[in-house]
């Protein structure tokens, strides 16, 4: 089995910064892709950023400019920096991974890491 972990989620003021790591571990052969979501009190969970195994990034035009996704395959850790923060950006942040193990690909979830942006 895989597990993702969340870290890095606090209270910040507007305009600060924030930098979330995903941390997997278990029986992983590759990463394939790792993406960020967030979900905002009483709304959808909303697709944030897109890293692939190739290091190709894509980002939500919400945030675009402002967060930089990143990875360190070696450490199976992928990251989302978060920089002049908005009230708005105020959600439970979770990673995505689509991994390989040695039963083929599977993707996970990890539990989440609250980020709360004060104005």
């Known amino acids: 089995q895989v597990q993702l972990v969340e870290s890095g989620g606090g209270l910040v003021q507007a305009g600060g910064s924030l930098r979330l790591s995903c941390a997997a571990s278990g029986r992983i052969l590759s990463i394939n892709r790792m993406d960020w979501y967030r979900q905002a009190p009483g709304k959808q969970r909303e697709w944030v950023a897109i890293?692939?195994?190739?290091?190709?990034?894509i980002y939500a035009d919400s945030v675009k400019g402002r967060f930089t996704i990143s990875r360190d395959n070696a450490k199976n850790t992928g990251y989302l920096q978060l920089n002049s923060l908005k009230a708005e950006d105020t959600a439970v942040y979770y990673c995505y991974a689509v991994v390989r193990d040695w039963g083929g690909f599977s993707n996970y979830w990890g539990q989440g890491t609250q980020v709360t942006v004060s104005s």
């Open positions: 890293i692939t195994s190739g290091g190709n990034t």
